[in-house]
């Protein structure tokens, strides 16, 4: 079964604070994708890449940067994080269009 | 740009019962249908893909495509309480390809 895996888990952080996301994926997936999960807005894409080095931008991008090391890792970098961030934030991988796999998801919470 | 709703909202039903969930899509030109599963804030893990109309079965779940309508349906067969959770609809479509997710129908399953 393919294998995402993010961290932290968890993570709590004050406003104006730098909060990176990690994300790993074994599965030999090209894309990978980063969400937001709000209630009332269900799943929104913040940013996602085809390949090491790529990015692209997704639905809701500002105050997010992105950035793919290797077809592996896949981070999500908040530089000033504001209380609108807080959030559930997954990441998946994918083959192309096929299904996407997910992570277990981070929640951050941001006072 | 792609909208995707589904319909209800949330859903009770009594363990046996078929369960039916709706997601509509505003593309006619999508071509790749997919049901996750969301348990409490966790993962999401796919159930049935579907691309071409009719329907896909996939154990205890099945997905009807019409796209003629513009609908898309799950339906779940003897559903246990195990079978709680988030159920979201991803569709793919448009020139870009892009995958869309609605909001989500909340099952509750009673013993």
């Known amino acids: 079964e393919a294998a995402v895996t993010q961290s932290p888990r968890n993570k709590v952080t004050v406003t104006g604070g730098n909060v990176t996301l990690s994300c790993r994926q074994t599965?030999?997936?090209?894309?990978m994708y980063w969400y937001r999960q709000d209630t009332g807005h269900g799943l929104r894409l913040i940013h996602y890449?085809?390949?090491?080095?790529?990015?692209q931008i997704g639905d809701v991008p500002d105050g997010y940067k992105a950035t793919r090391t290797t077809q592996e890792d896949f981070f999500l970098l908040l530089e000033l994080a504001s209380p609108s961030q807080t959030s559930l934030y997954f990441c998946a991988s994918s083959l192309g269009n096929e299904r996407l796999f997910f992570g277990h998801g981070t929640k951050l919470s941001v006072l | 740009q792609q909208k995707v709703q589904q319909s209800p909202e949330s859903l009770t039903v009594s363990e046996g019962a078929m369960a039916s969930l709706n997601c509509t899509f505003s593309?006619?030109?999508?071509?790749?249908f997919r049901w996750y599963r969301q348990h409490s804030a966790k993962g999401l893990e796919v159930l049935v893909s579907?691309?071409?109309?009719g329907e896909k079965e996939e154990g205890r779940f099945t997905a009807h495509l019409n796209r003629a309508n513009l609908h898309v349906s799950l339906h779940i067969r003897e559903p246990q309480p195990s079978d709680s959770a988030v159920y979201l609809c991803?569709?793919?479509?448009?020139?870009?390809?892009?995958?869309?997710f609605g909001k989500g129908t909340k099952l509750s399953v009673k013993s």
């Open positions: 890449s085809y390949g090491a080095g790529n990015l």
């Open positions: 579907i691309f071409s109309d």
């Open positions: 991803a569709v793919t479509g448009g020139s870009n390809a892009k995958l869309t």
């Open positions: 599965n030999s997936h090209n894309y």
């Open positions: 593309d006619g030109t999508s071509n790749n």
